[in-house]
C-alpha cells in the first residue's frame, strides 16, 4: 500500500509511515492503493478505483477505558480478555486466585487494583490507536 500522507510505498501491515511517521488514513492525501493524488471528501479513487475509506476498523479500538475497568474489577483480567488480551487476562484471573487462596483473599487489595488501572490503560492505548502487545502491561 501506499502511504496516504505521502505516498511513499510502505508494508500492507504498517500503522505508522516510516518515511514521514504519520499514521496511516489519518490523513488523506494520496490512495493507499496506487499512490495518487485524492481530495480529502473523496470517496473512491478514480485512478484505481479502491475505496477510501478508512479500512482498517479495529473492533478492540473502540473499547471505553472505564468499561474496561470495571469488568476487570468484577472479574480479575475480564477487561484484558475483552481487550484481546486472552492469555493474559485468563493468566492474570488464575494467578490472582490461587495468590487469594494462598492469602485467604488480601491480595486482592493488590491484584484488584492493579488489574483495574492496567485494563484502564490497556484501554485508552487502544483506543488512541496505539499498538498493543499481548502481554504488554500498563
Ligand atoms: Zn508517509
Ligand atoms: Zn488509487
Redesign the pocket.
Given at each position: 500500500m501506499h502511504c496516504t500522507n505521502c505516498s511513499e510505498t510502505i508494508s500492507d501491515q504498517a500503522e505508522i509511515c516510516p518515511k514521514c511517521g504519520v499514521r496511516t488514513f489519518t490523513v488523506k492525501n494520496y490512495?493507499h492503493?496506487?499512490g495518487?493524488s485524492v481530495k480529502e471528501n473523496q470517496e473512491i479513487?478514480i485512478?484505481?478505483g479502491?475505496s477510501l475509506k478508512r479500512k482498517n476498523n479495529n473492533s478492540n479500538g473502540e473499547k471505553e477505558p472505564w468499561l474496561m475497568a470495571l469488568l476487570s474489577f468484577f472479574i480479575l483480567g475480564l477487561g484484558q480478555i475483552v481487550l484481546g488480551q486472552t492469555a493474559k487476562g485468563i493468566t492474570m484471573l488464575v494467578v490472582g486466585i490461587i495468590i487469594g487462596m494462598i492469602t485467604f483473599g488480601l491480595s486482592a487489595i493488590i491484584t484488584l487494583p492493579l488489574a483495574v488501572i492496567d485494563a484502564y490503560l490497556i484501554a485508552k492505548k487502544k483506543k488512541e490507536g496505539k499498538v498493543v502487545r499481548d502481554w504488554e502491561f500498563f
Open positions: 490512495c492503493g496506487c495518487s479513487c485512478s484505481c479502491v
